[in-house]
């Protein structure tokens, strides 16, 4: 029996989908440990930094030993308590399956149809339609949804939002940008410690040369940091692949069997066109859409895909 050219299509997108899937997941958790590393010799290179300009006499080392158990500190922090720093920075609020069953039983019976532990439940109050997932595993991962999602989406639609932020946890995406959206927030922590440091002195800087101010290295290196660090986050940011929005959104459109209803959530996302009140640019690529940009601007650095290609790559898949 000859299939039709569109079934064809729809299969070969269907098994490519899974496969890239499954790759995605190994690849997320290789790059999870790989941002760690990262992180860890940066600040290493910072603690060595400040032993050769700003020594303390007699204490050999101590900004290695300072710069690693930040690291260390930091690292964990982002790790096991990164899900709630971005929960409590959007003002996420949890619910219980008595205060909303409507949105409760979505989550357990899509988790039953994708075979996930079913992750806490969170609402936004804000009236903006988002939804963002997070956690280190799905076995320890949370959902947030806005108050306008619920409200404002049909229940085609919200399903289809939720399985999107459930793709997320079932790829292991959530683990890798949970750590994207700490580590960003700290290089913003290390640009402002570097400027503090060039203008106040001390150490060997201002023994040395006998005036006040700080090694005149260190002023270029605060100066520079503070110039590249937005654009190192929105690097980091765009590290998190523009692809695992396209794959979460197929995931989420299998999951369902309904990929109209997540594009018309997208449609309604667009044509809304609202700003989110809490949300921070650290966070901001955890959500299903970009929460700070009204007029939905994207650019090379932009951490989402145009919505306009989502909403035309899921209608293809009917």
């Known amino acids: 029996m000859k299939l039709a050219p569109a079934v064809v ?7 490519s989908s899974h496969i890239y899937m499954y790759n995605q997941i190994d690849s997320n958790k290789r790059n999870s440990v790989f941002l760690i590393v990262i992180f860890f010799a940066v600040l290493l290179g910072v603690g060595y930094a400040f032993d050769y300009f700003y020594g303390v006499e007699g204490v050999p080392y101590a900004g290695l030993i300072i710069a690693a158990v930040i690291s260390l500190l930091m690292t964990s ?13 959007v003002g996420a609020k949890p619910i219980t399956k008595e205060e909303n069953s409507y949105v409760h039983n979505m989550v357990e019976n899509l988790c039953i149809t994708a075979g996930t532990p079913t992750p806490k439940v969170y609402i936004i109050e ?7 997932a997070t956690g280190r595993n799905p076995e320890m991962s949370s959902i947030a949804v806005t108050r306008g999602a619920i409200e404002k989406l049909k229940n085609e639609e919200l399903e289809g939002v939720l399985a999107h932020e459930l793709s997320h946890i079932k790829n292991y995406d959530i683990r890798f940008m949970m750590l994207v959206a700490v580590l960003v927030g700290t290089i913003a922590i290390l640009a402002n410690i570097f400027l503090r440091m060039s203008f106040l002195g001390g150490g060997r800087g201002k023994s040395k040369g006998g005036k ?42 299998l999951l369902t ?8 959530a997208l449609e309604k996302i667009k044509n809304e066109n609202l700003q989110m009140k809490k949300a921070s640019k650290a966070t901001a690529h955890l959500f299903i859409d970009n929460p ?5 601007v994207r650019n090379a650095f932009s951490t989402h895909p145009p919505i306009e290609d989502r909403i035309e790559k899921l209608r293809s898949m009917a």
């Open 9 to 15: 299509r729809k299969f070969v997108y269907v098994r």
């Open 77 to 89: 922090v982002s790790y096991f308590k990164g899900d709630k720093i971005a929960l409590a920075s």
């Open 126 to 132: 804000d009236p903006a339609i988002n939804a963002f």
């Open 212 to 253: 006040g101010g700080g090694h005149p290295a260190i002023l270029i290196i605060g100066l520079v940091f503070i110039v590249l660090s937005p654009i190192i986050a929105q690097l980091i940011k765009f590290a998190i692949s523009r692809k695992r929005e396209y794959l979460a959104d197929a995931s989420g459109a």
């Open 257 to 264: 069997r309904y990929p109209e209803g997540l594009a018309n």
């Open 292 to 296: 700070l940009s009204g007029k939905k």
